[in-house]
């Protein structure tokens, strides 16, 4: 029997970090299709996100990604967030989106471009001083399109070269989260293509290194759950980047492709005790079509529910099913819990937390998309780059 108290309890502490950059407009290389009331700056992009929270009240981190959210006064951006309910959270690296790094990064054949690349980094922990951000993710686009272009191994040996110089200067608490992702841009050889490849190097780097596993960075087939139970039992996992796919690194709302992968994702990070520690639960989609806070609204209540149905699976029973060798009844018993309709369970909790019990309904009729639509005319949007 699960106890439902229990259940209530420890999804009223659940954390979902959202994006900066699922605020402001996003495409594909084909088109971005420009909202009306979109943010203009980072600013704007935390009065979104405070909407998410207060209606949701579990998304209280917001991610931003540098240079993207530049702004001159970072403890002044972190002060403005907490005024508005929220905290900063993890300082996204970029070093995708500059000619220098035509042929990589920090794996860059040449000396002069890792040390541009490993100074962006050094850059983004000064940051986290000043946002008392914890967290500093990184993705590095760098790879080969070409066998003989460059030498795979030299370019481990950059990597390692460059992180543990990055890894030095990481402070008290705070935390280097390594994502990997099998292709895209580099189309023959990436160099953190994988979760094997993210774990050697975060393990000869140190207890501050941990993975991060962005659910969309896989190729077809890959059985998550795994990667995630592994990476916790080894106190490896530092955090996910969720959203859904159905194709590539297609970035759509978590759940809406698979939300029984994100369930059998989110038991194993309950079954590893994931739940309780330090493992970020952060957003990294992009809404292209659709309106984007009620977007982020939707996703945050997605892993809610795919929570939910995690901490209701009976342990007791499935741990009798799976020693009496009952492949069946162990299998329901996980079934069943999937198969439970959560979505009463939790507005009762939003209800117990004196929140709307319908977070969609609630901001349509708080009419927050009218009044930035009406308030945000003139500047420059943001956007994917800006
Ligand atoms: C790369 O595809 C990635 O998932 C990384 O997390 C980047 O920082 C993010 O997308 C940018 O949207
Ligand atoms: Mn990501
Ligand atoms: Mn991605």
């Known amino acids: 029997m699960t106890d439902l108290a229990a259940v209530k309890a420890a999804l009223k502490t659940q954390a979902v970090e959202t994006p900066s950059w699922a605020y402001g407009n996003s495409g594909t290389r084909f088109k971005v299709f420009a909202q009306q009331g979109v943010p203009r700056s980072p600013r704007e992009k935390l009065d979104d996100a405070a909407q998410v929270h207060a209606l949701t009240g579990v998304a209280p981190t917001v991610a931003l990604h540098i240079p993207w959210d530049t702004v001159d006064d970072y403890a002044a951006l972190a002060g403005y967030a907490e005024e508005r309910g929220l905290r900063l959270g993890a300082i996204n690296s970029n070093t995708f ?3 220098d790094y035509r042929l990589g990064s920090i794996c860059h054949p040449d000396a002069a471009v890792r040390r541009k690349a490993v100074g962006h980094l050094l850059e983004c922990v000064d940051i986290m001083d000043a946002t008392g ?3 500093l993710k990184l993705w590095f686009a760098d790879g080969t399109n070409y066998p003989g272009q460059d030498d795979l191994r030299g370019r481990q040996d950059r990597l390692a070269e460059g992180l543990a110089e990055v890894y030095a200067r990481l402070g008290e608490g705070q935390r280097m989260l390594l994502e990997y992702k099998f292709f895209e841009p580099a189309f023959y050889a990436t160099d953190v293509p994988d979760w094997g490849t993210a774990y050697a190097h975060c393990l000869k780097l140190g207890p501050k290194a941990q993975v991060v596993v962005d659910t969309g960075h896989h190729a077809p087939g890959t059985n998550i759950e795994f990667i995630v139970a592994t990476l916790l039992r080894e106190g490896k996992l530092g955090g ?5 796919r159905f194709y590539a690194d297609d970035d759509l709302m978590v759940g809406a492709a698979d939300p ?11 079954r590893g005790g994931g739940f309780t ?14 309106p984007k806070v009620p977007a982020i609204i939707r996703s945050v209540m997605n892993v809610q529910e795919a929570t939910a149905k995690a901490l209701l699976v009976d342990a007791e029973a499935l741990a009798a099913a799976q020693r009496a060798e009952d492949v069946l009844g162990a299998n329901a018993v996980l079934m069943d819990a999937y198969n ?6 939790l507005a009762e909790v939003r209800e117990e937390m004196g929140l709307d019990p319908d977070p969609m309904g609630a901001f349509a009729r708080s009419g927050w998309a009218e009044k930035v639509v009406a308030e945000r005319v003139g500047g420059e949007q943001a956007g994917w780059g800006a």
Do not use: G, K, W
Not at 240 to 244: A, E, G, H, K, L
């Open 340 to 345: 439970t309709d959560v979505r009463p369970l």
């Open 97 to 99: 989106q500059d000619d």
């Open 277 to 290: 520690a330090d493992v970020a639960f952060m957003l990294d989609q992009c809404h292209n079509i659709e």
């Open 133 to 135: 951000s914890q967290d």
């Open 260 to 270: 029984f992968q994100l369930f059998r994702i989110m038991y194993e990070v309950v």
């Open 240 to 244: 996910f980047d969720f959203n859904s």
